[in-house]
């Protein structure tokens, strides 16, 4: 099993439509959790941190659930400069917390 | 501004050639960071430094090497052991506490003549 998945996608969606992704992670003591967003042959960007009671930003929503290790990106209203792809990060093995492992990204395409 | 600073934007290297990337950062950030990109890939670190002088292998440090001898800089080398360096190369940084994301600068492509 990989440290970090992603579901590769592509997830095609309309302009104005609801979009969630999720990220599964091995590791059990990782404590550090992020998404971030990509665009073509740019730097990766934070979009936000992940906090265990959950956490919003306008219309994203992130949520960590511990039990079945995985977190998750709502993206409400979506917009056409949504599409990117967007990547989850989980700090290293055993809560090392040097190392933060990238997972592979989701990419999404919001149609007019 | 506060930021991270990567230079140049694009390289070429000729055959057995080395060649220095540049990372620099004002964020005062004690983590820095080494990924290289490959078209529709992953992140994959290289290098990384905690502090001033100390420097561990990422999971690809073959055909590379580090110095970190002051806190803001951390250059990245690729050497002509490095017998597939065209790629993105990303320079990130963090501070060490916990809960602290990475920063990234806009990256270097470095591509073979």
């Known amino acids: 099993r990989k440290e970090v998945e992603q579901d590769p996608g592509p997830f095609n969606v309309p302009e104005g439509a609801t979009v969630a992704f999720n990220c599964t992670y091995s590791?059990?003591?990782?404590?550090?959790f992020f998404w971030y967003r990509q665009d073509c042959r740019k730097e990766p960007k934070l979009l936000m941190s992940?906090?265990?009671?959950?956490n919003e930003d306008g219309r994203f929503t992130a949520q960590l659930n511990r039990a079945s290790q995985y977190i998750s990106l709502l993206i409400r209203d979506s917009k056409l400069s949504d599409s990117a792809t967007y990547l989850c990060?989980?700090?290293?093995?055993?809560?090392?917390?040097?190392?933060?492992?990238w997972g592979l990204g989701t990419s999404l395409a919001v149609n007019p | 501004d506060g930021g991270i600073t990567q230079s140049p934007k694009y390289l070429f290297r000729k055959e057995g050639q080395n060649v220095t990337l540049s990372c620099e950062q004002n964020?005062?950030?004690?983590?820095m960071y080494w990924y290289r990109q490959d078209p529709g890939q992953g992140l994959r670190l290289i290098y990384y430094?905690?502090?001033?002088?100390?420097?561990q292998k990422g999971d690809i440090a073959e055909g590379y090497s580090v110095s970190r001898e002051k806190k803001e800089s951390f250059p990245l080398t690729v050497t002509s052991a490095q017998k597939n360096p065209t790629a993105f190369y990303l320079c990130?940084?963090?501070?060490?506490?916990?809960?602290?994301?990475?920063?990234f600068g806009d990256g270097t492509r470095l591509s073979i003549l």
């Open positions: 992940v906090y265990s009671s959950g």
């Open positions: 590791n059990s003591a990782s404590q550090s």
């Open positions: 990060v989980v700090n290293g093995a055993a809560g090392n917390n040097r190392k933060l492992i």
């Open positions: 964020l005062n950030h004690d983590a």
């Open positions: 990130a940084s963090r501070n060490t506490g916990f809960n602290q994301p990475q920063h």
């Open positions: 430094s905690q502090i001033v002088n100390d420097f």
